[in-house]
């Protein structure tokens, strides 16, 4: 297959992990007789500085021209001081909305060989974890009515949530369907004891659960997932809920994988055409150190493969790939243990290319 990717490496470590994502799916082209090629797009920070704005037009044209979007990283504390419309992080809810991408699929899987870098104790995870955060990805109070105005104490800043039946069924629909394909059971996230556009998400999320009577369903408020997490995260199959709550729980669910930089992420609109990138931010902290993980983003290409271009063999090898080198002890700094092959970005990169 031909296919053409527009690829947005970013601020901070986003070069660095996208420039190994790249060499893993050239790696699948030649063992698997495809033809991938590239369109590099600025988008973050480093548009700021070439040309004034986070998300240039080019950018979203690159991306609505091609068939995918893989993506690094955005952001860095030279932007910090911008105003929130200015910052490098509109680039990337610009691009989700521009692009219509409303489903974010975070899988947390813990592997194995990685037991050691998770913090939870051994018995909470026996057995492994194998779960998947459904983020509603372009509603919610993200992109809700936003201000400033004069309060009881002053000025004061107010951002609004609101969803609708319809975002939270379109949604709730790629979370039963996504159950239905793995151990059939959907916890819906939210705050209905609090908030009102909670209940409006919990009932048509209920109306839809009787569409799917093979699927177990249960609600849960936001405040206990966030414990049951850490309490009893092999609960939990699919986890469906709003843009602020998914944000926040899924950093949470990437630390019981044993590091942010192993989660992956995928999100997708109505058609095949859909943005990859690893959870974890920029990290300018460690930019340019070869510390970075890239496996985040090569298991982000892995899932390109296979949403986006429909090659599910060419996704199982990427990740099988990526086992494989976890087993052998090879450890970037995140996720290093006892006895374990420190290695760099570029070390992990080539040694899960060579073993496509
Ligand atoms: C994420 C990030 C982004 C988000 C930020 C950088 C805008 O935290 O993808 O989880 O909030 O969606
Ligand atoms: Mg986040």
Known sequence: MKAHLAVIPGDGIGPEIIAEALKVLQAVARRYGHTFDYTQALAGGCAIDAVGEPLP???????KASD???????????????????????????LRSALGLFANLRPALLYEALSDACPL????????????????????????????RTGRFGEEGYDTMAYSAFEAERIGR???????????KV???????????????????????????????????VDNAAMQLVRNPR?????????MFGDILSDEASMITGSIGMLPSASLGEGTLGMYE???????????????????????????????????????????A?????????RTPDIMSEGCTPVNTRQMGDAVAARI
């Open 235 to 243: 609960q939990f199959d699919v986890l469906v809920t709003g843009n």
């Open 68 to 94: 995918s979007v893989l993506l690094g990283a955005v952001g860095g504390p030279k932007w910090d001081g911008l105003p929130g419309d200015k910052r490098p992080e509109r680039a990337l809810l610009g």
């Open 322 to 330: 990526v086992q494989a080198v976890l087993e052998q002890g090879l």
């Open 187 to 221: 916890t819906s996230v939210d705050k209905a004891n609090v908030l009102e556009n909670s209940r409006v998400w919990r009932a048509a999320m209920h109306k839809l659960a009787e569409a799917y009577p093979d699927v177990e369903y249960e609600d849960m408020f």
């Open 278 to 320: 690893p959870i974890h931010g920029s990290a300018p902290d460690i930019a340019g150190q070869g510390k970075a993980n890239p496996l985040a983003t090569i298991l982000s290409a892995a899932m390109l493969l296979r949403y986006s271009l429909g090659l599910a063999d060419e996704a199982a090898a990427v990740e099988g």
């Open 121 to 148: 104790k051994p018995a909470y995870t026996r057995g492994g974890l194998d779960l998947v955060i459904v983020r509603e990805l372009i509603g919610g109070i993200y992109f809700g009515e936003r201000g400033r």
């Open 57 to 63: 037009e080019a950018t979203v044209k690159a991306c």
């Open 174 to 184: 790629v979370a039963f369907e996504m159950a239905r394909k793995r151990r059939k």
